[in-house]
């Protein structure tokens, strides 16, 4: 069963415990950035810093899952399942926003596992965003990001208020999903600059996108999650050869490869925990879910 909620008195000495966390200007912050690339910053981020990113916030019309019995927040077990918040998880019946609005929403229900979507600025920055696809795929500075964002009152985050968070919330856990292609690797030296190494092993799950990732010795040490949406064409065989010789705690594959491999996949990797995405009309889906833990499926990323 999902834990019960519990209250959280965010006194100063929990944050002063926290030492762990560096909030002092990195020296490494900034990727490099393309010499061509406009990246301007907005009239109302110059006059308003500190407004609320805006999201388009619908009427709540996503398929609901059971918070209660059945779902669970632990890693590396193969029992499902595993509720894993998706972007955050959902608010207002919004999905994909990254929110703090969602984290805070959905850590109060009882979720503690969130998969978080970073994207990079035009200036170099990781911050949470799924896609710049709102802006017609322009990136904005991370300035114009945090004031500007969507349509709506939500508030856009970067990491140092991601970190920020985590302090204020020591049982929760973060699942990366690095937009940017090789994006693991700066995306670590920037949380460097800010967490110690026991901090970030910790409370980040890095998501790995290739077989390759596994050998790149950058991410040693680090707890992996192999996934698969961006390898379409990989058979069976290799996907079990690349997890069995690897160094990762779980998989994660699309729902309709998994409707197609996962009965194979569990029986070939009996201890490996199995976790399964796709669109929210989808992978909420009860139903699917069931047929889904039939198959061996250990969790879910779902709204």
Partial sequence: MMPTRTTVLLAFAILAAS???????????????????????????ITNPISRARFSVVKDTLPQVSRGDGYHNTLATTDCCLDIAHAGGSIVGQPYTNSLEALDRNYSIGRRVFEIDFSTTCDGHFVLLHDWGYNGGRALSRQSFIADGYSSELTA????????????HPDAQV??????ENGNVPFLDTLQNYASDGFINKRFIFQIYSPEELTDASLTGLRKILTIYRLADISDDDLIRSV??????????????????????????????????GPPSHINSLELQDRLQSLGASGFYQE
């Fill in 175 to 180: 699942i990366t999903d690095i937009k940017a």
């Fill in 244 to 277: 069995a010789n690897g160094d990762v705690i779980a998989l994660t594959t699309p729902y309709d490869r998994a409707l197609r491999s996962l009965r194979n996949l569990r029986t070939q990797l009996p201890q490996l925990p199995i976790y399964v995405h």
């Fill in 19 to 45: 030492v762990t966390i560096l909030l002092v200007p990195p020296a490494k912050w900034r990727q490099a950035v393309n010499a061509d690339q406009t990246c301007a910053l907005s009239e109302s981020a």
């Fill in 157 to 168: 985050m970067d990491i140092e208020a991601l970190l920020k968070w985590l302090v204020a």
